[in-house]
């Protein structure tokens, strides 16, 4: 069971948790912001890239994600999360 409660909705955030910079918010097209998979935060492309497994309860699944979602499959994780709690 994957969980969606944690999905932080994108909306009005304007920078990176992890390093504060300002997302691309005035050319969409340059919009760098990205969901990590095992917090629900939301975090510029580079501080939230790498791509591990994560338990399947514990994977973050976005709101309005269709059935095609695969949480078995390997998940992008924020730094932080990748260094605290999925990294040995
Ligand atoms: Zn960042
Ligand atoms: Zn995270």
């Not at 499959?73 to 999925?86: D, G, K, M, N």
């Amino acid at each position: 069971m994957s969980n969606s409660s944690k999905w932080v909705l994108d909306t009005n955030l304007r920078e990176c948790a992890v390093c504060l910079r300002e997302f691309g918010t005035n050319k969409p097209a340059a919009s760098n912001k990205t969901h990590c998979r095992y917090c629900g935060g939301v975090y510029c492309r580079a501080c939230c890239y790498e791509c591990l497994s994560v338990p399947a309860e514990d994977v973050v699944q976005a709101p309005q994600e269709g059935p095609g979602f695969d949480p078995a499959a390997p998940q992008r994780v924020c730094v932080r999360c990748a260094e605290v709690s999925l990294h040995q």
